[in-house]
């Protein structure tokens, strides 16, 4: 009996910087695993609603990882206005289907050069232990945790900083 091979079993992903093009995407992606597990909050509209001003024009960056042309996941540099950090690693997403297949990996890997290429010192990001994957997958980075910094978001029970 032979196994049906889902396409992206078997596929490449390619990591791509953020076009306008893909804000659909972007939206969509981090939209679904937030109201998967929380709700969506005044922060992440800020974010996923104005992607172009409220990150790129800011100094930070957005990449793509596509599956035969389809955007499966997502990841942000926001640049931050502090002391301590540069940028902010967040809304990571990849796609329900595409889960597994060591996306969040492969961008996490590339924000990392991305902010180092752009002389980045410190990162630092949040999250909830909920999502225990994502949690393990920012301590395989070299992620390490954090406490006492304010956070816009209710659903934030972890902080976490990387040193580059």
């Not at 042309?69 to 595409?98: F, H, Q, R, T, W």
Request: proline share 4%.
């Amino acid at each position: 009996m032979e196994k049906e091979i889902n396409e992206f079993e078997t596929a490449n992903p390619l990591i791509v910087q953020y076009e306008t093009k893909y804000q659909e995407a972007f939206k969509a992606l981090n939209e679904e695993w937030i109201s998967t597990y929380f709700k969506m909050e005044e922060a992440d509209y800020k974010a996923l609603d104005n992607a172009d001003s409220y990150i790129l024009q800011n100094g930070g960056c957005i990449i793509v990882a596509l599956l035969n042309n389809e955007p499966v996941g997502v990841c942000a540099l926001i640049k931050m206005n502090d002391p301590e950090y540069d940028y902010e690693l967040a809304k990571m997403a990849v796609s329900p289907k595409a889960q597994g297949k060591r996306i969040g990996w492969l961008l996490g890997q590339e924000i990392i050069e991305k902010a180092k290429s752009l002389g980045a010192k410190k990162l630092y990001l949040e999250s909830n232990t909920i999502l225990a994957p994502a949690i393990n997958l920012y301590y395989k980075l070299g992620f390490t945790e954090v406490t006492g910094r304010v956070t816009p978001y209710e659903r934030c029970n972890i902080q976490m900083k990387l040193v580059l």
